[in-house]
Nanobody
Framework: VQLQASGGGLVQAGGSLRLSCVAS????????MGWFRQAPEKEREFVAA????????YYADSVKGRFTIARNNAKNTVYLQMHSLKPEDTAVYYC????????????????WGQGTQVTVSS
């Protein structure tokens, strides 16, 4: 599975952005999909994940209520809608895929996109 993330940019605090991640390759629709982020000099951290059907979603406490993960299997795309952005949300955001399960550790995920920068100004 190859993943291509896009949609990052510069936004003021309180603003919104929507990230997209297009998957290509084998059986995308059966995969768990997730978003992680990594700020400078910090470890990569879990943001959100979604199961193959979209019926189950999982969020980090820091983004719950502000971010929404969704997927469109017909378009091989997973989205991360981000509202009420804060300066501490500034990071490179990565999408990830796994064929068997999801997890909060990056080590649980088999496939990674290249990342898209999100910068939130105060």
């Amino acid at each position: 599975v190859q993943l291509q993330a896009s949609g990052g940019g510069l936004v003021q605090a309180g603003g919104s952005l929507r990230l997209s991640c297009v998957a290509s390759g084998r059986t995308y629709s059966g995969y768990f999909m997730g978003w992680f982020r990594q700020a400078p000099e910090k470890e990569r951290e879990f943001v959100a994940a979604i199961n193959w059907s979209g019926a189950s979603t999982y969020y980090a406490d820091s983004v719950k209520g502000r971010f929404t993960i969704a997927r469109n299997n017909a378009k091989n795309t997973v989205y991360l809608q981000m509202h009420s952005l804060k300066p501490e949300d500034t990071a490179v955001y990565y999408c990830a895929a796994d064929s068997t399960d999801w997890g909060r550790s990056p080590h649980n995920w088999d496939y990674w996109g290249q990342g898209t920068q999100v910068t939130v100004s105060s």
